[in-house]
Nanobody, 123 residues
Framework: QVQLVESGGGLVQAGGSLRLSCAAS????????VGWFRQAPGKERKFVAA????????NYANSVTGRFTISRDNAKNTVYLQMNSLKPEDTAVYSC????????????????WGQGTQVTVSS
């Protein structure tokens, strides 16, 4: 059982940066893969990035590769999403989720979700 809380969202100008945090409760947090997803107004939720249980493997959507970096600090029960060179198209509610890859990374089944944090990028 894991509870996730996102933070760090806000308003930023195009080209700027934000770092999102996903804080988790539960002593088994370090065993979970964690992903970031986003949902823009009027659009479906999309995958953004994921990191495996140890932080040694990552996966990114093509739209954010080279601009976003996912990382984790298991000692702090926190996963981060560093977002650089932000574009208006990145505007969305960003949510983190925890799950298991079941041995077939980068496929992950997500079981736990946070409520999301709003990221708005102005043009």
């Amino acid at each position: 059982q894991v509870q996730l809380v996102e933070s760090g969202g806000g308003l930023v100008q195009a080209g700027g940066s934000l770092r999102l945090s996903c804080a988790a409760s539960g002593r088994t947090f370090s065993s979970y893969a964690v992903g970031w997803f986003r949902q823009a107004p009027g659009k479906e939720r999309k995958f953004v990035a994921a990191v495996n249980w140890s932080g040694g493997k990552t996966n990114y959507a093509n739209s954010v590769t080279g601009r976003f970096t996912i990382s984790r600090d298991n000692a702090k029960n926190t996963v981060y999403l560093q977002m650089n060179s932000l574009k208006p198209e990145d505007t969305a509610v960003y949510s983190c989720a925890a799950g298991s890859s079941i041995g077939n990374w980068p496929r992950v089944t997500y079981n736990y979700w946070g409520q999301g944090t709003q990221v708005t990028v102005s043009s």
